[in-house]
């Protein structure tokens, strides 16, 4: 399979790979996917208390290449944006920006589903009223 | 665009994690040449020596095998019956045996329907495996919705059948007597060699027709009619070092004489069996082929199972959780299927994109499926999608095994920093227990 030029630097160079302290109250995780289908992303988001803005976001992503661009781009993408605006990311800006194939739009729904996950247990930390359809572990 | 030429450097104004999946600008080892090919399974290079062979008989021996009164004729059918005799050496049948075909998926077309047409009468049960080729294992679907009734038995998780599963399935009596078994010599993706010898013996008394697809072992390891008790058998010649679009079909004349009902009309060449024009080039370069794996075989048998076990110690040894799939004592030289656990098959082959091998990944299949046979393994769809296939071959050296060993490696180690998974069984977590979304 011929992957895009944008997939390719993501995976050759992912950005924003590693881990966040899981029990800080500022951290919120996200963990989709399910080993026995081939792909599981690990979203973690780190927000500022005062602002809501999401200072730092890390992944970890086993999966093919378009997951892992997928994941990598997510974290850029919400890095410096309020949690509220980080819900407006959908997975059909993934796949424009990547340029996925097909066959490969579940790896951008994984990622948007990682987003909402991960801003989900930021929610359920902080207090934060938990909006219809945001769940933890969204099934996608 | 390619993987390997990128230098790992970043891109400007995007900040790096530091970790940097390739990064390969050291020059290349003595005798490495890329991209490298180690997908021997899939095809194989046509050996220049069968080339040499082959090239004559596009040009000035371009006769047709079947023209019987002139001598651009005769030099074609002579050429035909020297490889005929050549193929027929090299699994211990007769000349008269072997029939020719387009490639091994017409032969198990042939055979299958071509017996189950022709013994309609005597019974109407067919026994397969689920880890056969496509070509098996579509060829009985289109039977059944023929009215057949097939079975498809189990493989245990080292990937061979149960001799006992195989007696227990076979019918002796009654409109559903079995007519067939098919079974393959050795799988195509996890190499693991079927007790073929055996299910032939109990196929030969229970009076029940043994077919066999063995276009991974003809050539490969000693393959023999009369002692593994085999009545039909497929081969093809892409799969050593011949041509692409050319195969046969054992078709035993003698204890018991098996006939097979032909699936293409038109001239009844191939003793009524097979009609249509010879692929005369085709078949000379079958029987070189065929020729020279025999000639060779033994010392190349042993050379590819060092270079196999070479590559597997490689890399067991430098990296953990992998996994080899298939038994190991009854195997294929040049296979190794092994599972990187926690690294994403399609993503490890991005990595090493250079390098020509195969994956059980669903990403990598068409259906989006994992590779049924690992499925049938029992491993969990995991190990699957962790899967890759190395076809060790006539070509390849240790400077290649090396290089590819490293590769994996470097990539390996890599994915798995970015996998969450290895970094959850890392920590001790029992991935098993953790309840994850269905998608």
Known sequence: MAYSDKVVDHYENPRNVGTLDKSSTEVGTGLVGAPECGDVMRLQIKVNPETQVIE????????????????????????????????????????????????????????????????????????????????????? | MSIE???????????????????????????????????????????????????PYFTGKFGNAASRNHAFGWEAEKAVEEARTQIAKLIGATSKEIIFTSGATESNNLAIKGIAEMYRERGNHIITQVTEHKAVLDTCKKLEKQGYRVTYLPVQADGLIDLEDLKRAIVTEGPEKTILVSIMYANNEIGVIQPIREIGKLCHEKGVLFHT???QAVGKIPVDVQADNIDVLSLSAHKIYGPKGVGALYVRRRNPRVQITEQINGGGHERGMRSGTLNVPGIVGLGKACEI?????????????????????????????????????????????????????????????????????????????????????????????????????????KAEVDYVADKII??????????????????????????????
């Not at chain 2, 003595?30 to 046509?46: C, E, F, I, K």
């Not at chain 2, 590819?304 to 195997?331: C, F, I, P, S, W």
């Open chain 2, 410 to 439: 470097d990539v390996v180690v890599k994915l798995r920093e970015l996998s969450p998974l290895y970094e959850m069984v890392k920590e001790g977590i029992d991935l098993s227990k953790i309840e994850w979304a269905a998608h």
């Open chain 2, 213 to 215: 697809d063995a276009v």
């Open chain 2, 5 to 55: 030429n990128g230098n790992g450097a970043n891109v400007a104004g995007i900040p790096s994690t530091g970790v940097v999946i390739t990064n390969s600008n050291k020059p290349l080892p003595d005798g490495v040449h890329l991209p490298l090919y180690m997908d021997n399974h899939a095809t194989t290079p046509l050996d220049p020596r069968v080339l040499e062979a082959m090239m």
């Open chain 2, 293 to 397: 794996a025999g000639e060779e075989m033994a010392a190349e048998a042993k050379r590819e199972q060092e270079l196999r076990d070479y590559l597997k110690n490689k890399l067991e040894t430098a990296l953990d959780y992998t996994q080899v799939n298939g038994n190991m004592d009854h195997h294929l030289p040049g296979n190794l299927n092994m599972s990187f656990v926690y690294v994403e098959g399609e993503s490890l082959l991005m990595g090493i994109n250079d390098i020509a091998v195969s994956s059980g990944s669903a990403c990598t299949s068409a259906t989006l499926e994992p590779s049924y046979v690992l499925k049938a393994l029992g491993l969990g769809d995991e190990i699957a999608h962790s899967s890759i296939r190395f076809g060790l071959g006539r070509f390849n050296t």
């Open chain 1, 56 to 140: 730092d976001a890390k992944f970890k992503t086993f999966g093919c290449g378009s997951a892992i661009a997928s994941s990598s781009l997510a974290t850029e993408w919400v890095k410096g944006k309020t949690v509220a605006e980080a819900l407006t990311i959908t997975n059909t800006d993934i796949v424009k920006e990547l340029a996925l194939p097909p066959v490969k739009i579940h790896c951008s729904v994984l990622a948007e589903d990682a987003i909402r996950a991960a801003i989900g247990d930021w929610k359920k930390k902080n207090g934060v009223a938990e909006e219809a359809g945001v769940a933890t572990a969204a099934a996608h």
